[in-house]
């Protein structure tokens, strides 16, 4: 059974980069394509950035075009979005998740499993 677990969200100024990981278990994770959402407090959760299975193919929200990466190593079941030039803006809790196929995905009612979060403020 595949888990999803992210961290590496913190407390950082506007203008700075942050990278968050998410980490999957088990052996078919590397067939999943994986999404990044967040949700701002009283927002609904949105989304953020995909990849597909290979991490070949990506797709990003326009907020975040040209800031984020989204990338992936399979080898380490791992998928990384790099922050760049950070706003308060996006303040939120992020989470990755799944629906389980190869393709991107991004809406999150498709999405049935779902890592725990990872805050990440960002202050001016």
């Known amino acids: 059974q595949v888990q999803l677990v992210e961290s590496g969200g913190t407390l950082v100024q506007a203008g700075t980069t942050l990278m968050l990981s998410c980490v999957g278990s088990?052996?078919?994770?590397?067939?999943?394509?994986v999404s990044w959402f967040r949700q701002a407090p009283g927002e609904e959760r949105e989304f953020v950035a995909a990849?597909?299975?290979?991490?070949?193919?990506?797709l990003y929200a326009d907020s975040v075009k040209g800031r984020f990466i989204i990338s992936r190593n399979n080898y380490i079941n791992t998928v990384w979005l790099q922050m760049n030039d950070l706003t308060p803006e996006d303040t939120a809790v992020y989470y990755c998740?799944?629906?389980?196929?190869?393709?991107?995905?991004?809406?999150?009612?498709?999405?049935?499993?779902w890592g725990q979060g990872t805050q990440v403020t960002v202050y001016s």
């Open positions: 088990g052996r078919t994770f590397g067939s999943y394509g």
């Open positions: 998740g799944t629906d389980r196929s190869l393709t991107m995905q991004k809406s999150p009612e498709r999405i049935d499993l």
């Open positions: 990849c597909n299975w290979s991490g070949e193919s990506t």
